[in-house]
């Protein structure tokens, strides 16, 4: 895995985040298999370095050679054209926040705790960005010591796997990884031994949403072992309909197992179930189904503040009203991308002035308007 | 009377003991104490390792965990107890798996849908590895996992590889897939014992 003909740049450090801001990022793209409904699909593996105590034990003294290992692994490494390496100990909130609204890192992993409650903002820790297309991401000294993932657009996990799987063996060689015969790689959570890998999806499902039929789909879901979670993981809300599925169990299947089934037979009939949701809605529900869409469009045209929650839900149903055309002229990409622009790290990067609530909700609405610029109406 | 342990069958096994002055009586189902005992630590009673289960959560201070050395062993290498375990839901080291395991098989084939042991990728597989140890002078406990994670016989090394290649067709890598044909191929042609053992700097790795 080296750069080839490729010069491997010096990586980039914390100093240049907020140039993110101005960057698309691949799992957004809004292209791919699917990606009427599945918006992106990740693939992580937890692991330990083989004879060194995880993170709940490991004194700090160790934590720090942990982390300065990995990160020589790492860049090294050279998995990419360019790299971003973060401390996250000793860079700023919003920049971390930025990272978090990426997806780039876990909200446990800016604020440095343990799902214990132990830690906090000093902790050694770091995360290393492949560049330019964030397609993948390496957390330092989260809840195991290495946690890699891979990110595309659409329904791609067979991609997204292959992906990690590379960076994995990579990282193995120079690491050398905790693993048992019986266990296989082992994790600081027993929820993640054997494999140590989540698949997921990001799927929008306005129409399941908007029917009712969701609360089914997350029981269905739940019944077949996966998990299902808001659109910033664990605890969050699902804002704007976006939802993510991922497998949770990890131990006894091998990743082919948990890979095919999640690409081929479950996330497929999601796919199916929100497709046939919309076509019902449009045939049955049309003047209920339009007045959503186009009040969306409405306020973002025309909100002069807007909060998180309420563009969120807005893009959402403006996001519907594209895809089953009853709006034109709008940029599929562009709304996309502003799901990203919108968040607060982001803006507040983005705006220097945009400190505070207040002025953070009208520079979103102008930012929103000035991107919403279509027609509507069929 | 019903199993304590699973609640579903009948009990046809009673175990009465008296611990510091208290009665503990004890009575399960055939399979539950056959299971029981086949994964029991060396000193720990039935009662303490039901408690230590929390299949009786309801009865445990009946079960006190008695402060004597050597009864609820808490990890060597990290020092982690099982209580602090099941408290945070997280291990401490690598070596916690081995300590516990008898406890933790029942709540990992709970967690993995009856899951119990690893299928999946293997590091092994990562030809020539020159590993850089955070502790130059690694435990033996250590030691002990680097013998452990090689696979010593053709047979193993012949599984791991048809796993990998189920993979890489999964993933629709076919040039990955090719070549771990190829291995194969090697592998079941002649011997190939050599080849393995040969490729590590890896501390005890010879081949057979
Ligand atoms: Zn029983
Ligand atoms: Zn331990």
Not at chain 1, 241 to 268: C, H, W, Y
Not at chain 1, 296 to 325: D, F
Not at chain 2, 52 to 59: H, N, R, Y
């Given at each position: 895995?080296?750069?080839?003909?490729?010069?491997?740049?010096?990586?980039?450090?914390?100093?240049?985040?907020?140039?993110?801001?101005?960057?698309?990022?691949?799992w957004l793209r809004g292209e791919g298999e699917a990606s009427d409904v599945v918006m992106s699909s990740r693939v992580?593996?937890?692991?330990?370095?083989?004879?060194?105590?995880?993170?709940?034990?490991?004194?700090?003294?160790?934590?720090?050679?942990?982390?300065?290992?990995?990160?020589?692994?790492?860049?090294?490494?050279?998995?990419?054209?360019?790299?971003?390496?973060?401390?996250?100990?000793?860079?700023?909130?919003?920049?971390?926040?930025?990272?978090?609204?990426?997806?780039?890192?876990?909200?446990?992993?800016?604020?440095?705790?343990?799902?214990?409650?132990?830690?906090?903002?000093?902790?050694?820790?770091?995360?290393?960005?492949?560049?330019?297309?964030?397609?993948?991401?390496?957390?330092?000294?989260?809840?195991?010591?290495?946690?890699?993932?891979?990110m595309r657009s659409g329904l791609c996990l067979g991609e997204a796997?292959?992906?990690?799987?590379?960076?994995?063996?990579?990282?193995?060689?120079?690491?050398?990884?905790?693993?048992?015969?019986?266990?296989?790689?082992?994790?600081?959570?027993?929820?993640?031994?054997?494999?140590?890998?989540?698949f997921s999806v990001m799927l929008h499902l306005p129409a399941l949403k908007m029917t009712?039929e969701i609360e089914k789909v997350r029981h269905a879901a739940e019944d077949m072992?996966l998990v299902v979670r808001?659109f910033?993981?664990?605890?969050?809300?699902a804002?704007g309909d976006f939802f993510q599925l991922s497998n949770?169990?990890?131990?006894?299947?091998?990743?082919?197992?948990l890979l095919g089934v999640m690409q081929r037979d479950i996330v497929p009939k999601v796919v199916e179930y929100e497709r046939r949701a919309r076509d019902v809605l449009l045939?049955?529900?049309?003047?209920?189904?339009?007045?959503?869409?186009?009040?969306?469009?409405?306020?973002?045209?025309?909100?002069?503040?807007?909060?998180?929650?309420?563009?969120?839900?807005?893009?959402s149903?403006?996001r519907l009203g594209l895809q089953v055309g009853?709006?034109?002229?709008?940029?599929p990409?562009?709304?996309a991308?502003?799901?990203?622009?919108?968040?607060?790290?982001?803006?507040?990067?983005?705006?220097?002035?945009?400190?505070?609530?207040?002025?953070?909700?009208?520079?979103?609405?102008?930012?929103?308007?000035?991107?919403?610029?279509?027609?509507?109406?069929? | 009377?019903?199993?304590?342990?699973?609640?579903?069958?009948?009990?046809?096994?009673?175990?009465?003991?008296?611990?510091?002055?208290?009665?503990?009586?004890?009575?399960?189902?055939?399979?539950?104490?056959?299971?029981?005992?086949?994964?029991?630590?060396?000193?720990?009673?039935?009662?303490?390792?039901?408690?230590?289960?929390?299949?009786?959560?309801?009865?445990?201070?009946?079960?006190?965990?008695?402060?004597?050395?050597?009864?609820?062993?808490?990890?060597?290498?990290?020092?982690?107890?099982?209580?602090?375990?099941?408290?945070?839901?997280?291990?401490?080291?690598?070596?916690?798996?081995?300590?516990?395991?008898?406890?933790?098989?029942?709540?990992?084939?709970?967690?993995?849908?009856?899951?119990?042991?690893?299928?999946?990728?293997?590091?092994?597989?990562?030809?020539?590895?020159?590993?850089?140890?955070?502790?130059?002078?690694?435990?033996?406990?250590?030691?002990?996992?680097?013998?452990?994670?090689?696979?010593?016989?053709?047979?193993?090394?012949?599984?791991?590889?048809?796993?990998?290649?189920?993979?890489?067709?999964?993933?629709?890598?076919?040039?990955?897939?090719?070549?771990?044909?190829?291995?194969?191929?090697?592998?079941?042609?002649?011997?190939?014992?050599?080849?393995?053992?040969?490729?590590?700097?890896?501390?005890?790795?010879?081949?057979?």
């Amino acid at each position: 895995m080296n750069g080839g003909g490729e010069q491997a740049g010096m990586p980039w450090d914390a100093t240049r985040i907020p140039e993110l801001c101005v960057r698309r990022a691949e799992w957004l793209r809004g292209e791919g298999e699917a990606s009427d409904v599945v918006m992106s699909s990740r693939v992580r593996l937890a692991r330990n370095l083989d004879g060194v105590k995880f993170m709940p034990r490991a004194e700090r003294g160790e934590r720090d050679r942990v982390l300065g290992l990995c990160k020589a692994a790492i860049l090294d490494s050279e998995l990419s054209p360019r790299m971003l390496w973060v401390d996250l100990h000793t860079t700023g909130k919003a920049e971390r926040q930025l990272l978090v609204e990426r997806q780039l890192i876990s909200r446990p992993h800016a604020r440095g705790k343990l799902s214990t409650g132990s830690g906090g903002t000093e902790e050694p820790r770091g995360v290393a960005v492949g560049l330019p297309e964030e397609q993948f991401a390496i957390m330092v000294n989260e809840e195991d010591h290495l946690r890699i993932q891979a990110m595309r657009s659409g329904l791609c996990l067979g991609e997204a796997w292959q992906h990690a799987d590379a960076i994995d063996d990579e990282l193995d060689k120079r690491l050398g990884y905790a693993f048992s015969e019986r266990f296989g790689y082992l994790t600081a959570c027993p929820t993640n031994l054997g494999t140590g890998a989540r698949f997921s999806v990001m799927l929008h499902l306005p129409a399941l949403k908007m029917t009712g039929e969701i609360e089914k789909v997350r029981h269905a879901a739940e019944d077949m072992g996966l998990v299902v979670r808001g659109f910033y993981g664990e605890g969050s809300e699902a804002f704007g309909d976006f939802f993510q599925l991922s497998n949770q169990v990890t131990l006894g299947k091998s990743e082919a197992e948990l890979l095919g089934v999640m690409q081929r037979d479950i996330v497929p009939k999601v796919v199916e179930y929100e497709r046939r949701a919309r076509d019902v809605l449009l045939a049955n529900r049309r003047r209920m189904t339009e007045d959503q869409v186009y009040r969306a469009v409405a306020m973002l045209q025309s909100a002069r503040l807007l909060t998180v929650e309420e563009a969120m839900n807005g893009l959402s149903r403006a996001r519907l009203g594209l895809q089953v055309g009853l709006v034109h002229g709008i940029d599929p990409e562009a709304i996309a991308w502003l799901i990203l622009r919108i968040q607060t790290a982001h803006l507040e990067l983005m705006h220097p002035d945009a400190a505070d609530p207040g002025a953070r909700n009208a520079a979103r609405a102008d930012l929103v308007r000035s991107t919403i610029t279509g027609s509507t109406g069929s | 009377m019903l199993c304590d342990r699973c609640g579903d069958r009948e009990a046809t096994i009673h175990d009465v003991s008296i611990v510091k002055g208290e009665v503990r009586e004890t009575h399960l189902c055939e399979r539950c104490a056959e299971e029981l005992q086949a994964g029991q630590a060396k000193n720990a009673t039935l009662g303490e390792w039901l408690a230590g289960l929390g299949m009786m959560v309801a009865d445990a201070p009946k079960f006190p965990a008695p402060p004597k050395p050597g009864r609820a062993p808490a990890c060597p290498t990290c020092g982690m107890r099982f209580l602090d375990l099941r408290k945070t839901g997280l291990v401490g080291c690598q070596d916690c798996y081995e300590t516990f395991e008898t406890r933790l098989t029942p709540l990992l084939r709970k967690a993995h849908d009856g899951g119990a042991r690893h299928t999946g990728k293997h590091p092994a597989l990562t030809s020539k590895r020159e590993v850089i140890r955070v502790n130059d002078a690694a435990e033996p406990a250590a030691r002990e996992h680097d013998s452990e994670r090689t696979p010593e016989t053709v047979e193993e090394r012949i599984e791991a590889l048809t796993h990998q290649l189920a993979l890489a067709i999964e993933a629709e890598n076919y040039e990955r897939a090719a070549q771990i044909r190829d291995e194969l191929a090697d592998l079941t042609g002649d011997g190939g014992l050599g080849g393995f053992g040969a490729s590590g700097n890896e501390p005890g790795g010879s081949g057979a």
